[in-house]
């Protein structure tokens, strides 16, 4: 069956709020086995958001909307479904009963407008919603006619109707929406993906073109991250398990193509959580001397739980006096070779993990721009030094974009560094430059 999602808020089209509901809307569609080929975001207007719906249920089977079911007069995506599969709009007792709890329960009086929430189209289904007011709708049923003359006349249609906050979604859709769309269709969609760092798409592309022009069902498809790469294999299947089953020898086939240059098969498994996975996994202490990335590799490492077993202190050194006084920076150094330097980075790693009496330490310096550049030293040129147990690895990058752009690729590098010279000084992999 094809699915269709639009989201509807004019604040979504204004950028004012990040439409996170038509990522998560979309996973779950495919994880159910629905094909879902087209998604849209619709501002609080009748009239064009009736055209959406119109346009929807033409070429889509299963219409799933979120948003505009709040009581104020620009909500209108309950009464718009409802006029266009010629349903009328009638009070639910138990609906204005559980509006009423709601606001009872927190010490507040429900107002007039409120119970807009409680009229239901007729035939519909009722979601409860055990976290807001609204409660969400399925209007199952036939396309009414226009005098015989619309297009999809009869064609029969689930419309889906969600509340807008992911809060009050999210446990909708899985407590209701799933079961019955999991009814419709008894295929499952699964997925795994495998996560690279260190390599360009354009290589990891090449490298399994053959795969990807054999692809039937799994399918293979690459995508391009900050400083990473995966490749998600999808199966189509009857159930989870058979879906499994068929992207094991992909998986595996990857694997052997890429060994250590995969960090990860997990789907919740991010860069800095493989790193500070190695650091725990070996008894690591880390600490990170920072210039152009003033704290960003430090914050990503940080974000991670049971990260405070490893990491004891780190280093914002910007200016050259900082770099010398708190890292022990030569100043010779500095005046020869100047603070973005293969020498100046190898001192700043050196001197942190001196400092910090750490095993492992990371030092980042170069140009984030959008000055400071020269002929010799270009904005984006940056040094990364990493030192595991005294052994210094120094690497040199040109990263392009602005300023914001450069320093996430240098966090990111700096990660996958952290992580290979790891595994070079531990399992004796020896990576490329």
Request: glycine residues 8%; aromatic residues 4%; proline residues 1%.
């Given at each position: 069956m094809i699915a269709e999602i639009i989201c509807v808020g004019t604040e979504l089209l204004l950028g004012n709020v990040v439409n996170t509901n038509g990522a998560y809307l979309a996973r779950?569609?495919?994880?159910?086995?629905?094909?879902?080929?087209?998604?849209?975001?619709?501002?609080?207007?009748?009239?064009?958001?009736?055209?959406?719906?119109?346009?929807?249920?033409?070429?889509?089977d299963v219409l799933i909307l979120s948003g505009g079911l709040g009581p104020t007069e620009d909500d209108l995506t309950k009464e718009t479904a409802a006029a266009v599969m010629g349903r009328k709009l009638i009070l639910d007792e138990k609906s204005k009963e559980s509006i009423a709890s709601y606001f009872k329960k927190r010490g507040m009086e429900a107002t007039d407008n409120n119970w807009k929430q409680a009229m239901i189209p007729e035939g519909a289904l009722i979601l409860e919603n055990h976290n807001g007011t609204a409660p969400g709708v399925i209007i199952p049923g036939e396309v009414p006619g226009n005098g015989g003359e619309t297009e999809v006349a009869g064609k029969f249609v689930h419309i889906v109707l969600l509340p807008g906050p992911p809060s009050e979604l999210v446990p909708m859709f899985e407590e209701s929406v799933v079961p019955y769309l999991s009814a419709l269709e008894p295929g499952v969609i699964y997925s795994q993906t495998v996560?690279?760092?260190?390599?360009?798409?354009?290589?990891?592309?090449?490298?399994?073109?053959?795969?990807?022009?054999?692809?039937?069902?799994?399918?293979?498809?690459?995508?391009?991250?900050?400083?990473?790469?995966?490749?998600?294999?999808?199966?189509?299947?009857?159930?989870?398990?058979?879906?499994?089953?068929?992207t094991k020898p992909v998986v595996k086939e990857l694997k052997n193509r890429f060994g250590y240059d995969i960090y990860s098969t997990e789907e919740d498994t991010t860069l800095e959580k493989a790193v500070?996975?190695?650091?725990?996994?070996?008894?690591?202490?880390?600490?990170?001397?920072?210039?152009?990335?003033?704290?960003?590799?430090?914050?990503?490492?940080?974000?991670?739980?049971?990260?405070?077993?490893?990491?004891?202190?780190?280093?914002?050194?910007?200016?050259?006096?900082?770099?010398?006084?708190?890292?022990?920076?030569?100043?010779?150094?500095?005046?020869?070779?100047?603070?973005?330097?293969r020498q100046t980075a190898e001192e700043m790693a050196k001197g942190a993990a001196f400092v910090a009496k750490a095993d492992v330490a990371v030092a980042v310096t170069g140009i984030a721009g959008p000055d400071g550049g020269t002929e010799e030293k270009p904005v984006g040129l940056v040094y990364i030094a990493c030192s595991v147990k005294g052994k210094v690895t120094v690497r040199e990058y040109h990263f392009s974009g602005n300023r914001e752009k450069i320093r996430v690729s240098t966090t990111a590098a700096a990660l996958t560094l952290m992580r290979r010279c790891m595994l070079e000084y531990f399992s004796k992999v020896t990576f490329g430059q």
């Open positions: 779950r569609c495919a994880a159910l086995g629905l094909s879902c080929y087209y998604q849209s975001v619709v501002g609080d207007n009748g009239g064009r958001l009736k055209e959406a719906i119109e346009t929807a249920v033409n070429r889509s996560k690279l760092c260190g390599v360009s798409e354009s290589k990891v592309e090449t490298q399994i073109q053959d795969l990807i022009d054999a692809q039937t069902n799994p399918t293979i498809a690459t995508y391009a991250k900050m400083g990473e790469v995966h490749i998600r294999v999808t199966a189509a299947a009857a159930d989870e398990k058979e879906a499994k089953k068929l500070v996975d190695l650091l725990m996994a070996n008894a690591l202490t880390v600490t990170c001397a920072e210039s152009c990335t003033g704290g960003m590799l430090s914050a990503r490492l940080i974000n991670v739980p049971g990260i405070s077993d490893s990491y004891k202190s780190g280093y914002v050194t910007y200016s050259n006096k900082a770099k010398r006084r708190i890292l022990g920076v030569k100043k010779g150094t500095l005046q020869k070779h100047g603070a973005v330097s």
